[in-house]
């Protein structure tokens, strides 16, 4: 962590234009000029990921699909479980991020783990609807398709397959009992703040995880954004079963 190396990063998420005429272009002009700072900025920006991937119930010989996936830093929390999945792919629309994630497999001499570059909303992994777990880290949020991204999830699964999910979100103005409550003032800036790196908060994820899979773990949390005078932006866990029948 260095204060130059933060410098760039905040050059690109607050000032350098985003160019493109289409969403892999976008994602691509973002990412290039910090992908190499990346995990260590993100460290401090986007909270829960290592709790999602601890929590997530895995059992040996798993196959999983980290979509959105990027450097791969998330595969690191699995620590001493991932020798025993049976494959993990990265899928992600970005290439130098997935450049990034294809160098730290082959520095960590990982053999079941491997990179697909492509959308996440089409992909479809050779061994077909067989996936037992699929993961969305901070990604959800950056798909303008989401609803697609994770119907095509609850398609791969199967049933009794996991999903864990950790990002960015806003409250309902009305939350159903039980659900965090959010001020009128986050409800309006947090979006619109966010929304300048093509960042989309939305109160429909937690619903439509809620309404398409059984939860195990749901955590409404806050996260201190770093150079934001301690701000805290709201971000959530969840956890889920796709049922059985
Ligand atoms: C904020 S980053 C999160 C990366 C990583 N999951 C993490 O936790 O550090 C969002 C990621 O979603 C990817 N992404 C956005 N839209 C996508 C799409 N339609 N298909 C695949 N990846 C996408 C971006 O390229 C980027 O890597």
């Given at each position: 962590m260095g204060l130059v190396s933060d410098l760039k990063t905040l050059y690109h998420v607050a000032?350098?234009?985003?160019?493109?005429?289409?969403?892999?272009?976008?994602?691509?002009?973002?990412?290039?000029?910090?992908?190499?700072?990346y995990d260590d900025f993100r460290k401090r920006l986007l909270h829960g990921r290592e709790e999602m991937m601890r929590?997530?119930?895995?059992?040996?010989?798993m196959r999983m699909l980290d979509m959105g996936g990027g450097t791969?830093?998330?595969?690191?929390?699995?620590?001493?479980?991932?020798s025993a999945m049976q494959s993990v792919t990265i899928v992600d629309l970005c290439g130098p991020l997935l450049e990034t994630a294809k160098a730290r497999i082959t520095a960590r001499g990982w053999t079941n783990v491997d990179t697909a570059h492509t959308d996440v909303t089409v992909y479809e992994p050779a061994y077909g609807c067989n996936v037992d777990v699929v993961t969305f880290s901070y990604s959800l949020t950056m798909i303008p398709d989401w609803f697609r991204a994770l119907q095509q999830a609850w398609r791969l699964l199967k049933p009794g397959g996991l999903i864990g999910v950790v990002d960015f979100y806003i409250a309902r103005k009305w939350p159903t009992s039980g659900m965090k409550a959010h001020s009128w003032l986050q409800r309006l800036c947090w979006p619109a703040?966010?929304?300048?790196?093509?960042v989309y908060l939305s109160w429909d994820h937690i619903p439509w995880l809620q309404?398409?899979?059984?939860?195990?773990?749901l955590e409404e949390r806050l996260?201190?954004?770093?150079?934001?005078?301690?701000?805290?932006?709201?971000?959530?866990?969840?956890i889920g079963r796709k049922p059985l029948q």
């Open positions: 000032f350098a234009p985003v160019k493109g005429t289409s969403h892999q272009a976008r994602l691509e002009s973002f990412y290039s000029g910090q992908a190499d700072a929590w997530l119930p895995l059992a040996p010989g791969g830093s998330n595969i690191e929390s699995l620590g001493d479980r991932l703040w966010f929304a300048s790196d093509n309404a398409h899979f059984e939860p195990v773990v996260g201190k954004v770093p150079y934001m005078l301690g701000l805290k932006a709201p971000h959530y866990i969840f």
